[in-house]
C-alpha cells in the first residue's frame, strides 16, 4: 500500500533541499520512522547525511522526532508511527534540539 | 585591472568582500548559506571562478558546497546549476559523506582531554584545499583528523587512509576545538609532496603523493605532553609556506612560532621578542619570503590579543626580530581572538595582508602591514579568510 505522509522539517533542512516547511512523500509499506526517513532522504538525496548517519542510519544527535504532539524520538525506528500520521491528517515533525544552533 | 575577492567563513554564514586592485572600495555579499557554520571557504588555483565551501552544523552535520561563478550561485557538488540528477528531479547527496576508509586502516581510539582513549568519530571539515593544477581534485581536512580527496568536483570523497593508518593515532588527542587537520599543504614544486597539521598530533609530511607519512616534529617542545620532545603529540596551530620557497616552512604552535628550512625535518623556534608566542595564525608576504606575520594571543587560557591591543607582528628577518603593527587597529579595550585558517596574504605588487577577527571584523593592509583599516566591522565571529587576486 502507499501512502502520502507530511514531514514538517526544520528552516536549515528546508533551505537545502529547496521546500517550504512541509514535505509529502510517498512511503511504500508499513509507515514507520525508518520508512518514513528512507523515503524523504530518496525524494531528497541532498538531506542524507543530515537527518541520519550515512552508515549507520542513527538519529543525529541534536534532532528529534514529533507527531500527535507525543516526542517518538527514542521510540524503536521500525515502530508503526500514529495513525493520524499515517492518514495525513497529522505532520511526521523532524525538529532541531531546541538548543537551536 | 587586477582585482581581489576575500572569502570569509563565520559562525554563521559565509561573505564574499570583492574590489579592484586599489582595495579601497569594497563590495560585500552574503551571508550565504545563512545560519551555517562556514569553517573554510577556498577557491581552486586552476580555475578561480571554482570555490568550494565547508558548510557544518552541530544539528545537520557536514555539508559541501561549491560555485563555479565565483560565489554568485552554489550548489552541493553532483547538483550542477539547473541539472536535476535525482530521483524526482532533486539533487544527489552525496557529496557530504565523509566515510573513513575502514578496508584500509580499521578505526583506532584517539587520547581524549583526560588520556583516556576515545572512539575515532567524523565531525565536520576544517579546511579545503584545492589542487593547484586541477579545479576537480580537491582535499578535505577533517574532525576526528583524516584526509579525504575528491577528484570529481566534489562529489565524492576518499579517504586518503595513509594518514590516519600511520599507527600513532591512540596519541593523538583533541585541543580546544576539536581533534582536526587543519592545514593542507600542496608542494607547488613536486606533487607527492604534500605538508598537514593536525591539532593535537603535530605536523605530517608524504613525499609518495599521501601513501605514506611521516611525522616532522623534531624540534617541538611542548610542556602539555608527558615527553615534551615526543614525535607525536604536539598542537600545531597553523603552518604557512611561501610557494617560490617551498621547503621553507613557518609555524604558530600552540606556543612557539618554528620555522623550518629543510621540508619540516627540523624546527627552530623564532619567537623571539614577540611579547607572546602564543597565537593561531601565521602568514607570509608573496613577494618577500623572510616577511612573516603574526598574531600573538595572550595565552592558551586567555584567547584573545596580548594587553587588549589588537597588534600584528611583522618579522622581515624570518624571525626572532619582531615588530609591532598598529596603525588602524584598536589599542585598547580590545578583546578578539583570530583563528587559525583567518589570515591571508594576495599576490599584488603591493602585498595586501588580511585577517579577520572572532569580533567580526576583517582587517586589511594594501601595504604590507604598514597600515590596516576594517573592510566590514560586524560580522559574525570570523573563522577563515582566503584571498584570491584575479587578472
Given at each position: 500500500m502507499t501512502v502520502i505522509i507530511r514531514v514538517e522539517l526544520p528552516q536549515h533542512l528546508r533551505t537545502l533541499a529547496h521546500v517550504g516547511h512541509e514535505v509529502e512523500i510517498q512511503v511504500e509499506g508499513p509507515v514507520t520512522q525508518r520508512s518514513v526517513l528512507d523515503a524523504v532522504e530518496s525524494a531528497y538525496p541532498m538531506l542524507r547525511g543530515a537527518?541520519?548517519?550515512?552508515?549507520?542510519?542513527?538519529?543525529?544527535?541534536f534532532l528529534r522526532f514529533f507527531a500527535c504532539q507525543e516526542d517518538?524520538?527514542?521510540?524503536?525506528?521500525d515502530a508503526p508511527l500514529p495513525e493520524a500520521v499515517v492518514s495525513g491528517k497529522e505532520p511526521f515533525l523532524i525538529i532541531g534540539a531546541i538548543a537551536g544552533g | 585591472m587586477s582585482k581581489v575577492r576575500v572569502l570569509v567563513g563565520t559562525r554563521k554564514g559565509a561573505f564574499i568582500l570583492a574590489a579592484d586592485g586599489k582595495r579601497d572600495k569594497w563590495e560585500v555579499s552574503g551571508?550565504?548559506?545563512?545560519?551555517?557554520?562556514?569553517?573554510h571557504l577556498k577557491g581552486s588555483p586552476?580555475?578561480?571562478n571554482r570555490i568550494y565551501a565547508s558548510q557544518t552544523s552541530g544539528w545537520f552535520g557536514q555539508v559541501i558546497q561549491r560555485s563555479d561563478d565565483g560565489g554568485k550561485t552554489w550548489h552541493?557538488?553532483?547538483?550542477?546549476?539547473?541539472e536535476t540528477t535525482g530521483p524526482g528531479g532533486m539533487p544527489k547527496g552525496e557529496s557530504n559523506k565523509f566515510v573513513y576508509d575502514t578496508a584500509a586502516a580499521p578505526l583506532t581510539t584517539h587520547q581524549f582531554y583526560d588520556g583516556t582513549q576515545h572512539p575515532w568519530e567524523f565531525k565536520r571539515v576544517w579546511h579545503l584545499e584545492p589542487s593547484l593544477t586541477d579545479p576537480d581534485t580537491v582535499y578535505a581536512g577533517v574532525e576526528d583528523a583524516a584526509l579525504f580527496r575528491s577528484t570529481d568536483g566534489g562529489k565524492n570523497w576518499k579517504e586518503l587512509p595513509g594518514l590516519r593508518g600511520h599507527g600513532t593515532g591512540p596519541k593523538w588527542q583533541p585541543g580546544a576545538g576539536g581533534m582536526c587537520l587543519h592545514t593542507i599543504i600542496l608542494d607547488p614544486k613536486d606533487p607527492n609532496r604534500i605538508y598537514i597539521a593536525i591539532s593535537a598530533a603535530g605536523a605530517f609530511r608524504t613525499d609518495d603523493g599521501g601513501k605514506t607519512w611521516k611525522p616532522i616534529n623534531k624540534g617541538l617542545y611542548s610542556k602539555?605532553?608527558?615527553?615534551?620532545?615526543?614525535?607525536?603529540g604536539h598542537c600545531v596551530h597553523h603552518v604557512a609556506m611561501n610557494p617560490k620557497r617551498p621547503s621553507v616552512l613557518f609555524m604558530q604552535k600552540h606556543w612557539d612560532v618554528m620555522r623550518s628550512d629543510n621540508a619540516g625535518d627540523e624546527w627552530t623556534k623564532i619567537?623571539?621578542?614577540?611579547?607572546?608566542?602564543?597565537g593561531f595564525v601565521i602568514d607570509i608576504h608573496s613577494h618577500e619570503p623572510e616577511t612573516i606575520y603574526v598574531i600573538p594571543i595572550k595565552s592558551d587560557g586567555e584567547?584573545?590579543?596580548?594587553?587588549g591591543k589588537l597588534r600584528v607582528f611583522r618579522s622581515k628577518?624570518?624571525?626572532?626580530e619582531w615588530e609591532a603593527l598598529t596603525k588602524g587597529?584598536?589599542?585598547?579595550?580590545c578583546y578578539v581572538n583570530v583563528l587559525r585558517d583567518a589570515m591571508a596574504v594576495d599576490t599584488l605588487d603591493k602585498c595586501g595582508i588580511y585577517f579577520g577577527t572572532t569580533g567580526g571584523q576583517v582587517y586589511m593592509s594594501p601595504d604590507a602591514g604598514d597600515s590596516w583599516s576594517p573592510?566590514?566591522?560586524?560580522?559574525?565571529?570570523?573563522l577563515s579568510v582566503e584571498v584570491q587576486t584575479l587578472a
Open positions: 537527518i541520519r548517519d550515512h552508515v549507520t542510519k542513527q538519529r543525529r544527535a517518538l524520538t527514542h521510540e524503536s525506528p | 551571508p550565504h548559506f545563512a545560519g551555517w557554520e562556514l569553517y586552476a580555475d578561480p552541493q557538488p553532483g547538483t550542477p546549476p539547473g602539555y605532553i608527558p615527553n615534551p620532545t615526543a614525535e607525536i619567537s623571539g621578542n614577540l611579547p607572546t608566542d602564543f584567547h584573545y590579543v596580548h594587553e628577518t624570518g624571525g626572532n587597529l584598536p589599542q585598547e579595550n573592510i566590514v566591522r560586524d560580522l559574525p565571529a570570523v
